[in-house]
């Protein structure tokens, strides 16, 4: 099994962005592949409920389906602690299976030799 880490750094402000990086995160963890996507600058939007509701990019479906079958399929939800805090978004409000933390774990984790794409 391969590590990935996608980092979305898009949301409402490019939604083809956001949304392409969890249809490669979607495919990435049917793949037995273990999956991080990192959610910074305005992708940490993403990790507050309801966010992503309406987004839909024609011929993809909907991004709030996207990150809930990431999450199901057993996918890895990490957001950038200072992005959050900066958009003063509210921890109580993470959608099921993201988690806030710092940079430093995701550069550990890339350490390890896992891959990267960013969107």
């Known amino acids: 099994m391969s590590k990935i880490l996608i980092s979305v750094t898009n949301s409402k402000n490019d939604t083809d962005r956001a949304t392409v990086g969890f249809v490669v995160a979607n495919a990435s963890v049917a ?12 992708g940490a939007r993403l990790a507050v409920k309801g966010y992503a509701d309406d987004i839909h990019e024609e011929g993809f479906k909907p991004l709030g389906e996207l990150i809930a079958s990431f999450v199901e399929a057993g996918g890895i939800i990490w957001v950038c602690s ?13 959608i099921p299976g993201a988690v806030i933390v710092g ?5 550990e984790f890339l350490s390890q030799g896992t891959a990267s794409m960013t969107y």
């Not at 200072?82 to 993470?94: A, H, Q, S, T, V």
């Open 31 to 42: 793949s037995e592949q273990e999956t991080v996507i990192f959610l910074s600058i305005e």
């Open 82 to 94: 200072p992005c959050f805090k900066k958009r003063g978004l509210d921890e109580n409000n993470l």
């Open 103 to 107: 940079g430093a774990k995701a550069v």
